[in-house]
T-cell receptor, first 111, second 113 residues
Framework: DAKTTQPNSMESNEEEPVHLPCNHS???????IHWYRQLPSQGPEYVIH???SNVNNRMASLAIAEDRKSSTLILHRATLRDAAVYYC????????????FGKGTHLIIQP | DVKVTQSSRYLVKRTGEKVFLECVQD?????MFWYRQDPGLGLRLIYF???????EKGDIPEGYSVSREKKERFSLILESASTNQTSMYLC????????????FGSGTRLTVV
């Protein structure tokens, strides 16, 4: 599986936008870029995913570089409830063979 | 909303016991997965299944087996529990195809004493 690289931790202030980066320089043409987050004592939660174009949903936006070697998860207005570990994952194989989780980025939100 | 329900939130078992962890999803998903999560090691895939009665080994299948007799239910079995299987166990499901996310359960924290 192609690997992703994320910062270990990031800190942001409440009500400000947050940009979480992810590098995936060995991505293949069929790899989807997935983002999940895990709040303390809970299972991971799907945030967003995309292939080539930027994507928006009610939780976040995903900006994908033109060469697809990097992507950025954007939380438009962080709240304390967004404090979590955020995972950037590449997925292939029809989605049926599991996601490989790295260490993710621990996002700290300051009030 | 899709729900993935794990039967127990916390479980304490003795070494050598046979342990069943149950997972049920209510949205007709084809794919189901079992992960374990340990501090410093992250989430690791144990087994997965893409259809009834089908199973595939993940990255760390040793000491575990699974059963999928019905589409909505995926069971993880520890034939003889050991202390190194103390962990958080997470079940997930997804539709077939690349264009879908996974839905995770809340997890079962298993302690083997």
């Amino acid at each position: 599986d192609a690997k992703t690289t994320q910062p270990n931790s990031m800190e942001s202030n409440e009500e400000e936008p947050v940009h979480l980066p992810c590098n995936h320089s060995t991505i293949s043409g069929t790899d989807y870029i997935h983002w999940y987050r895990q709040l303390p004592s809970q299972g991971p939660e799907y945030v967003i995913h995309g292939l080539t174009s930027n994507v928006n949903n009610r939780m976040a936006s995903l900006a994908i570089a033109e060469d697809r070697k990097s992507s950025t998860l954007i939380l438009h207005r962080a709240t304390l409830r967004d404090a979590a570990v955020y995972y950037c994952i590449l997925s292939s194989g029809g989605g049926a063979d599991g996601l490989t989780f790295g260490k993710g980025t621990h996002l700290i939100i300051q009030p | 909303d899709v729900k993935v329900t794990q039967s127990s939130r916390y479980l304490v078992k003795r070494t050598g016991e046979k342990v069943f962890l149950e997972c049920v999803q209510d949205m007709d998903h084809e794919n189901m997965f079992w992960y374990r999560q340990d501090p410093g090691l992250g989430l690791r895939l144990i087994y997965f299944s893409y259809d009834v009665k089908m199973k595939e080994k993940g990255d760390i299948p040793e000491g575990y087996s699974v059963s999928r007799e019905k589409k909505e239910r995926f069971s993880l079995i520890l034939e003889s529990a050991s202390t190194n299987q103390t962990s958080m166990y997470l079940c997930a499901s997804s539709l077939w195809g690349q264009d879908y996310g996974y839905t995770f359960g809340s997890g079962t924290r298993l302690t083997v004493v």
